[in-house]
């Protein structure tokens, strides 16, 4: 039989913990076929809780899930890791700065990137969730000098699955009829999906839709969404979340179907004029294991607009947890 894969959840006591856990265990992370031991991470107070959803991930029987262990100290949690999914961050309080922000997150995503550095397994893969996604993953790669760079990324599944479905319901298509979306930049208000390269059912997605509507509505709502959600259920996106944690690695780990691509933030190669080095979402296709850059595609002035300025804000953040010495 198979040795289990060893995936690493902070957060694990949190609303997307809650979420995503059932998942990994039940074989959705990484395929039927493969074992999975979780190692959950959480602050000491929520400890409990987290041994609480353990009480539950036992009682579901899981056949591939292998074990479970709960930690306080991130030097034991990813000893190990094949995958780590990186959940818990510090959020963002009323009246706190950004550089607050960043401060309190690099508290976080430094001992974490040096524990990754010092004992996860040599072939780990790291997703950022927690936000501020791009830059907490920068935080982390820099203080794991011995892992590759391409094995750090940042959520932006979720920004995809959101554009996909709005495109989708825009014009009256299913999801699996569209092709080639891209999310670029940051993920925050800022980022760009863009439907300049997209197909539905072989056609430009973007001879089927106006300017107005994609500046007017389409970029905002999907931009926003997380707002949205907010203010409809009374709790931040935790199930969507979840679910494109899910699909983020096991693209990552399967690849992409052939002729499509996704969307994920990567460490960029300086790609599409975008600075190498900070953690950016891009189109990417998955192979042999390793993200890559779709390249050639032609951006129009429209697009590198709004490339640019989502860029700018991850430059400004990287600028600034610099000046904080935290990469
Ligand atoms: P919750 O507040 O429900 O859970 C966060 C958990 O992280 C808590 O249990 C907390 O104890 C734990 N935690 C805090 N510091 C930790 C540390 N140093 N080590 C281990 N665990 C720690 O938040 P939840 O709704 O689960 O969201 C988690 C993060 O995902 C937030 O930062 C949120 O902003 C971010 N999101 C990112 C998205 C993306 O697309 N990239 C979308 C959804 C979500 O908003």
Aim: proline share 5%; with cysteine.
């Amino acid at each position: 039989a198979q040795a289990p894969v060893n995936v690493t959840v902070t957060g694990a006591a949190g609303q997307i913990g809650y979420a995503l856990l059932f998942r990994v265990a039940s074989g959705q992370l990484l395929g039927a076929d493969t074992p999975v031991r979780l190692k959950l991470l959480e602050i000491p107070p929520a400890v409990k809780a987290a041994e609480g959803t353990a009480m539950e991930l036992d009682d579901c029987a899981f056949p591939l899930l292998s074990g479970i262990d709960i930690y306080d100290d991130p030097t034991q949690a990813f000893d190990g890791a094949n995958v780590a999914l990186l959940v818990g961050a510090r959020p963002r309080t009323k009246g706190m700065e950004r550089g607050d922000l960043l401060e309190a997150n690099g508290g976080i995503f430094k001992p974490q990137g040096e524990a990754i550095n010092a004992g996860a397994a040599d072939d780990v893969r790291v997703l950022v969730v927690g936000n501020p996604a791009n830059t907490n993953a920068l935080i982390a790669r820099s203080h794991a000098p011995d892992v590759p760079a391409d094995r750090f990324t940042a959520m932006t599944r979720l920004d995809h699955n959101r554009a996909l479905s709005q495109l989708s319901a825009k014009l009256g298509v299913g999801v699996a009829d569209i092709s080639r979306l891209s999310i670029w930049g940051n993920h925050s208000a800022t980022q760009y999906p863009d439907i300049f390269h997209a197909e539905v059912a072989g056609k430009p997605a973007s001879e089927l839709v106006d300017e107005a509507w994609l500046t007017d509505d389409f970029i905002p709502t999907v931009a926003k969404r997380g707002a949205a959600i907010i203010e409809a259920r009374g709790a931040s996106s935790a199930a969507s979340a979840a679910n494109a944690a899910i699909d983020h690695v096991h693209d990552w780990v399967n690849g992409t179907p052939e002729g499509d691509w996704t969307s994920a933030a990567i460490v960029s190669d300086g790609s599409y004029g975008v600075p190498e080095g900070i953690i950016s979402s891009f189109p990417v296709v998955s192979r042999g294991g390793a993200w890559e850059i779709v390249q050639d595609l032609e951006i129009s002035d429209f697009s590198r607009q709004r490339i640019d300025a989502s860029v700018q804000e991850l430059t400004e953040e990287r600028d600034a947890v610099a000046a904080l010495g935290l990469i």
